[in-house]
């Protein structure tokens, strides 16, 4: 509860307006600016006592913290930072509470901006990210406190606060994020105890930054996206509804990195309704099996690879509890679906970009799907669906027409285009960059680069990227349809599909493929499978199969086409 000093105050910023300004120029009482870190400040108000964080430390011990020691950890980051006056801060860290509560909140309540990094990135490109951002302070685990030795020497000014993830919470060995946690807390104390009052969960302007997460830029230096705090508010609630996270008290496993697009906004989502936030430092599918029926969760986010690899581990098994399972970042087949229903892991497939918050559109099981055979339910699950509840319409429009021409494909399943968005679903631009953000909201709307059909119904469904498409014999083939069919195959765990220069017909496609635990597969073996398969155009198999011990992929679970085109570029030349 706020202290004198803190009602005082709110009643002078009544009187007055917030920060001085006249009650003129104040925000009319019906409305108020949307900020996503006002969710923690809510939730302490309702049940601060309600369990908020587990995880197992990188010392091995298992924690649990309440909502309210969630809160107070956010709010000494908040204002260490404001005594020490530094505002676009860098996080480098796994999924950690550090990452989560601190990091996510306390930045943000200092009145700050998040600038998250992919740890699995090299040292150059670390520096980079963070030297594009201009950041003026890094939290890092301890782990990956060594990649960010390019950076400390060409910035050796720029302070670094390392979490060593443990549970030891005062002295030395607690460590320097700990530490700064605490001279928060004491700096807070020693200025009147003025709590969230004196923080910044609520906002002047919610069309401000709130953080600048990167592209994975397999083709090009990553850009920096502008997340608003308006944005990611409604990004936030709308994950809540269309991920059924507000059914009783949900349990969200941390599989996805929450350096990515900031968790896909989940970290606010979760907090918004209480839920329970599980870490998890590391993908581990024994770990995670076990996770999933100790801790009982309900929810967790993963791209379509973790799910492959999660039903294929030996310590599969169908769960008692339905568990909630937001399938995105690369297109999934019907048949991983199917895998997962029967394991009581039940796909909600969405999809977006990085630039959309995370995910904006969602595949919407209609009732008459459950009177459809089995192949032909869970293909429509697959399929990208509608815009979420807080976005505009998803379009899909003609390709190769003069920039900023939009003209909407037939709604037919056929007709191919380009998807775009627009709304609040939207973020603000790249950051630092006009002509880019120029180029992606060409014509007034944001730009995927993902090609799609649209379906009678109005659902699209992704063709392919651009990029990724293979004609031959002017036929054109979809590597996203053709993974999905071969990873049918008994013996087949993933498939990664890329074209290959072909004499007759210009271009072949070639599949990569590897083997379940177990299993023996030949490339030979494959494509006769593929050509008796009936679901397969004859134009469609694949000239050549490579058995592959793995699938190279990007840190957000995508396989890497270039390094399959390289691949085969190299093999091509030997």
Known sequence: MSGPPSRLRSIL????????????????????????????????????????????????????????????????????????????????????????????????????????????????????????????????????????????????????????????????????????VLEGLEYDAANGSAGWEGLHSKKDDEDD????????????????????????YLASLANVVESNLNQGRCRYLWTLPMFHAIGWTYPWAVVAVRGIHVCLRKINYPLIWKLLKEEKITHFNAAPTVNTLLVASDDAERLPQKVHVTVAASPPSGYLFEQMTKLNLHPIHVYGMTETYGPVTKSYPMPEWEELPDQEKYAKMARQGHGFISSLPVCVIKPDQPEGVLINVAKNGVEVGEIVFAGNSCAKGYFKDEEAT?????????????????????????????????????????????????????????????????????????????????????????????????????????????????????????????????????????
């Open 13 to 180: 910023n009544h009187l007055t307006g917030e920060g001085g300004k006249s009650s003129q120029t104040a925000t009319p009482p019906h409305i108020h600016h949307l900020s996503p870190t006002f969710f923690l400040e809510r939730a302490i108000a309702i049940e601060p006592q309600g369990e908020a964080i587990v995880h197992v430390t990188a010392n091995g011990v298992p924690i649990r913290r309440t909502y309210q020691e969630f809160a107070d950890r956010a709010r000494g980051l908040a204002y260490y930072l404001k005594k020490k006056g530094l505002k676009r801060v860098g996080v480098l860290a796994p999924n950690t509470p550090a990452f989560l509560e601190v990091a996510i909140f306390g930045i943000v309540a200092a009145a700050g901006t998040i600038v998250p990094a992919n740890y699995r990135l090299s040292e150059d490109e670390i520096s980079y990210i963070f030297e594009f951002a201009e950041v003026d302070c890094i939290i890092v685990d301890d782990e990956y406190a060594h990649l960010l030795s390019v950076f400390r020497r060409k910035k050796s000014s720029v302070p670094v606060i390392v979490d060593l993830d443990t549970d030891v919470k005062e002295g030395p060995s607690s460590g320097q994020y700990d530490q700064a």
């Open 209 to 232: 930054m709130i953080a600048i997460p990167f592209t994975s830029g397999t083709t090009s230096r990553p850009k920096g996206v502008v997340y608003t705090h308006r944005g990611a």
């Open 438 to 574: 120029r180029k992606l909201f060409a014509g007034g709307v944001l730009h995927s680069g993902d090609l799609a059909v649209w379906h009678p119904d109005g659902s699209i469904q992704i063709f392919d990227r651009s990029k990724d498409i293979i004609i031959s014999g002017g036929e054109n083939i979809s590597s996203v349809a053709l993974e999905s069919l071969l990873v049918e195959h008994d013996d087949i765990l993933e498939a990664g599909v890329v074209s290959v220069p072909d004499e007759r017909w210009g271009e072949s496609p070639k599949a990569y493929v590897t083997v379940k635990q177990g299993k023996t597969l030949k490339g030979d073996d494959v494509i006769a499978w593929a050509r008796n398969n009936g679901r397969i155009s004859r134009f469609m198999v694949p000239r050549e199969v490579e058995i592959i011990d793995e699938l190279p992929k990007t840190s957000t679970g995508k396989i890497e086409k270039k390094k399959l085109r390289a691949m085969a570029a190299a093999k091509d030349e030997s």
